[in-house]
């Protein structure tokens, strides 16, 4: 399943299926993760200055209403900070900030699942090379300038005529 999340403006894809790989397809696979794990390492920095910027704005949203209440309506300390967390537009500037938080583990749990999967992928590609090596001595590789071979296939073609 697709897992959409927004940085900034922007809708990114966390697709598993990217993630996919098999024997015929390995080369082009690991080809490819590079471009793909870069992608999301700068969606993953957008989205940490995105957070860093949303924190900024919430201490000074806090602060600014902090002093307006303790000018205006008095109170110790306490009150004041508890009016303050109480407050539906800083309420709402911290689920903002729980967000984006939400987002940067996403991005950085998907991060984690291409690091894991490109080890699988050396795992497999290196067992392949295993299997081939096995393999090689029982395969004769011809070359087309093989005389003995060519001299073979004409003498089978021959025979089927």
């Known amino acids: 399943m697709i ?12 697709d598993p299926a990217k993630l996919e790989f098999n024997e015929a ?16 390492g700068q969606k993953l920095a957008d989205l940490e200055w995105l957070l860093d910027r ?3 704005l919430y201490d000074a949203s806090f602060a600014e209403k902090f002093a307006y209440i303790k000018d205006n309506q008095g109170g110790s300390d306490p009150l004041v900070k508890s009016k303050c967390e109480a407050d539906k537009e800083l309420i709402d500037l911290q689920l903002g900030i729980a967000d984006i938080t939400r987002s940067v583990n996403k991005v950085k749990q998907h991060l984690k699942a291409w690091d894991k999967n490109h080890e699988n992928a050396q795992s497999v590609g290196h067992t392949l090379r295993r299997e ?7 395969i004769r590789y011809f070359s087309p300038s093989d005389r003995g071979l060519a001299h073979r296939v004409e003498e089978i073609i021959g025979a089927s005529e």
């Open 3 to 14: 897992d959409k999340i927004k940085v900034g403006t922007e809708d990114v894809d966390l």
């Open 54 to 56: 949303a924190e900024v």
């Open 132 to 138: 081939m090596d096995k393999l090689n001595s029982d």
């Open 25 to 40: 397809n390995l080369t082009q696979y690991l080809m490819g993760e590079a471009t793909w794990y870069n992608y999301f």
